[in-house]
C-alpha cells in the first residue's frame, strides 16, 4: 500500500511542480492566438471551454489503454508501478503537453505534418503513412473488443452484427462537427471514467485488500523467460506512461482549446489522470487476486482476457453501480476512442492533400476509405493486430519524443527534458524488435539487447548530427 500510495501522491504533485516547470520551458503565451478563433470553421476548430476540452482529450488517449494495459502490465509485478510513475511524469505527460503546445502553435494540424517541419520531408512522408496506418489499427481494436464483449451479453446479436453497428456510429461521428456528438457527450463518459476509478481507489484504501509492495524487480509472470520485464513491460503499458496514439488524437484539442495558458490541464492534466487510472488499475488487479502471482495465474486460465477481470473486479467490489462503470469501461471507453481515430485519420489524409473539410460530401470521400480497410482488418486475428498496434504505438512515441527534442533546440530551451526518454524509448523500441519472438526472436540475450542498443546509438548519434547542423546554421544566420 505504500509504494502505491507513493505513486499516487507522485503523480499528483508532478501536474503542480514539473507541469509548470515544463510551462517555462514551452514559454507560455496567454495573450497568444489559437487555432480555433484563427482558423474556426465550424467542424474541426471550434472552442469549448477547459472543462470539456480536458474531459474530451482524457478519454480520447484513454480508451480502454489504462485499463486492459494496467492490468496486463501488473502480471510483471509491483514494478509496475514505477513504470507507470516515472513513465507517466517525465515521459508520457511531458511527450503529451509538449507536442500539444507544438500543435496549438502550428494551426492544430496532424501529427505528420508537425513532425516534418522537424525532422525532414522524408519523415514527414513516412509518418503519413505510419501515423494513418496505427489509428486503423487503434480504430479495429477498439472496434472489436467492445463489440465481442456486447455479443457475450446480448447473444441474441451476433459479433459482426455489433461490429456493423459501432462502425456505423464511428462514421457518423467521424462526419459530424466536434461539438455536436464529441463535445456533448465525451464529457459524460470522461466523467463515469474518473468516477470508476475513484470508487476502485476507495476499494483499496478501505476495502479488505492488501495491495504488494515493490520490494524486487522480479518478473512475476508465468513465463519470465518469454516476456522480460526490458522491454515488455513498456511496451505492455503505453496509455498509462507514454503512448504515440496521444499525439495523433492531441491535435482534435489542439483546434478547440482558447488559450495557450490551458496547456498544461488539457494535455499533461489528461495524460496524469490516465496513469493516475492506470496505478489504481494495476493496485486493484494485483490486490484483488491475491498479489501479482495470483493475478497471472487468474489472467492465464482466462486467456490473458483483460476484459473479464475488468468485469469480475467491478462487478465483486463495487456491486451492480460497478457493474455499470465496467461496461462503461470496457464498451464505451473504447468506442469513444476508436471514432476519435478514425476522425484523426481523416484530419491527416485532409492535411496531406489540402481538402477544406467544411463539406460533407468532401469529409466523405475521405472516410468511406479508411472505414473500408478498417472493416477488413476486422477478419485478421486480433493478437497479430494487437501485437503490431502495441509496437507501432510506441514507435510513434519515440519519433515524436525526436520531433520535441529538435523542437527545443530550435527554440533555445532545455533540450534533456526529452532527449533523455527520447534515448531511453529508442531502446525499448528496438530493442524489443530483437527480443520478441514476433519479430526477430532472439528472445531475452545479451546479443538481442547488445543489438537493440546498436541501434539505438546509430539512431541518437545520426540526431546528434542533425542538432549540430541546425545549431552551426543558426549561429551563421
Known sequence: MITFLLCLAALITAYFTYGRYLEKVARIDRKADVPSRRLYDGVDYVPMPRWRVFLIQLLNIAGIGPIFGAILGACFGPVAFLWITLGGIFMGAMHDFLSGVILVRNDGLSIPEIVGRYLGGGMKQFMRVFSTILLILVGVVFLRSPASILGEMVPQVSYYTWIGIILAYYFIATLLPVDKIIGRLYPVFGIALIFMALGLMGV???????????????????????????????????????????????????????????????????????????????????????????????????????????????????????????????????????????????????????????????????????FAVGLGITFVDFDVVWRYFSWTNQALATVVLWCIVVWLNREKRNIWVALLPAVFMTFICASFVFVSGQFAGMGAAPAAYAAGGAVTILLSAAMCIKLRRENKTSRKL
Open 204 to 370: 483499496i484504501i478501505f476495502g479488505d485488500y492488501t495491495v504488494p509492495e515493490m520490494t524486487t524487480f522480479r518478473n512475476f509472470q508465468l513465463a519470465p523467460d518469454k516476456v522480460p520485464i526490458i522491454p515488455t513491460l513498456f511496451i505492455t503499458i503505453a496509455c498509462g506512461a507514454i503512448s504515440g496514439f496521444h499525439a495523433t488524437q492531441s491535435p482534435l484539442m489542439a483546434r478547440c482549446v482558447n488559450n495557450e495558458a490551458e496547456c498544461r490541464s488539457v494535455f499533461y492534466g489528461a495524460m496524469i489522470s490516465e496513469s493516475v487510472i492506470a496505478l489504481i488499475w494495476a493496485a486493484i488487479a494485483m490486490a484483488f487476486f491475491g498479489g501479482a502471482d495470483g493475478l497471472s495465474q487468474a489472467m492465464a486460465e482466462h486467456g490473458n482476457n483483460a476484459a473479464w477481470a475488468v468485469n469480475t473486479i467491478s462487478t465483486t467490489t463495487l456491486g451492480v453501480i460497478g457493474g455499470i462503470l465496467a461496461v462503461l469501461g470496457v464498451v464505451a471507453a473504447p468506442i469513444t476512442s476508436g471514432d476519435t481515430a478514425f476522425r484523426s485519420a481523416r484530419l491527416i489524409i485532409a492535411d496531406i492533400f489540402r481538402i477544406d473539410q467544411r463539406s460533407k460530401l468532401k469529409r466523405l470521400y475521405i472516410s468511406i476509405p479508411l
